[in-house]
């Protein structure tokens, strides 16, 4: 009797169980249906955090494909040669030579044979902390901010009155700004003149002037300072996007430093835990392939995930509602299923990102068996029990027929 009524308790415990929906059954996170249920939801009590979810095709990788980071190109759009010209700064040595038509006049004595030649050249001078600098019978020339041309004209207005039909020339004789900066994981940090003639250097160039880099390409990360902007591209990323590779501007700080780039893998992968991509990019396949693969007898092939932040424009046009959502990354969760054989070829056509997650989620028949196991402890737990009353029970009375 007791065994019976013990039997139907558990009985109607699992029956309850599972029309809850299994939710006490550990496992390695989200359900499928669930994370297809919560798209763009923000929850009955506002605890979830909204997101898009996107089914991958063809259209939609190409899309995304074609929407690559910003990068350097994007944020300094130089898409020109600089100009020679080098606006001259506070600290720099200037020259100045100043010619005349003929003798007699400021600078050219009149006697002949005195000194060869119709010009003069000042001693050189370093632009003061007021950006002037002193040129005789012309007073304090302003000189910071200006290129040389313009310091030369300014000149030859103030001589001209009195000297005869006067020219000059400004020349920059130490830059002392105008410079730019390589340094960080570099061989030989260094800070050069910006180029006043000729070919100018791109980050490539800038670094190449440095040493080169000190580790692996695909390890290495360039971050280039402009004024109060800046954007970060991986070393790669300038040898084989060259329309990162921007020119150099006087002025321009490039920090290069080492960090690898990681996705993390959870859920029904053969390992979980973060990856390094040890190469410049990989794609989704290539990426679970390097957390295991699909585990056989856990994994739904069907329900393969990859999480990450995309751009608020990129959003859109995969067609998201973006009114949904505040700032300008949007969370996206991109589907596809491993299921369907075209699955592996998209996913070959998927790059991964920096910190990007893979979660693939269990098969729905995974936790039934989780279920039946539990339930299977239980039964066998409380059989233990009887089985050990019983005994108990014939012991005690054994006991007692005993003389």
Known sequence: MLHDRIARYIGFLALALALGGCSWVPTTGPYAHQIRANADAT???????????VKLSPEI??????????????????????????????????????????????????????????FVTIPDQTVDNDGNISVPYAGLVKAAGKYNGEIQQDIVNRIKNRAIEPQVVVS?????????????????????PAAAYGAQDRVTDAITRAG?????????????????????????NLVYEPSNNVFVQPGDRIYVYREQQKFLAFGATGTQGEFNFDAWRINLAEAVGKAGGLVDNQADPGSVFLY????????????????????????????????DPSGYFLATNVQMRNGDILFVANAESVDVTKFLTSVNAIMATA???????????ALFNAARALP
């Open 383 to 393: 059989n233990n029990g009887l089985v050990l009353g019983s005994n108990g029970i």
């Open 212 to 236: 080169g880099i000190r580790g692996q390409g695909y390890e290495t990360w360039v971050m280039l300072q402009r004024g109060n902007r800046r954007a970060t591209v991986p070393f790669a």
């Open 308 to 339: 990450r932040a995309e751009p608020r424009e990129l959003a859109q046009q995969l067609g998201v509602d973006v009114s949904k959502f505040a700032g300008e990354l949007i969370p996206v969760i991109f589907s596809t299923s491993f299921r």
């Open 43 to 53: 929850g009955a009590e506002g605890t979830h955090l909204p997101y898009a979810l």
């Open 61 to 118: 990788v190409s899309m995304v494909g074609r929407f690559e980071p910003r990068g350097l190109a994007g944020t300094f759009p130089d898409k020109y040669v600089p100009p020679t010209k080098i606006k001259f700064g506070v600290g720099d040595v200037v020259s100045v030579t100043i010619f005349e038509a003929a003798a007699g006049g400021l600078f050219i004595p009149t006697e002949a044979g005195v000194r060869p030649g119709n």
């Open 172 to 192: 920059l004789s130490q830059q002392r700004t105008s410079l730019i900066s390589v340094f960080g994981e570099v061989n030989t940090p260094t800070r050069y």
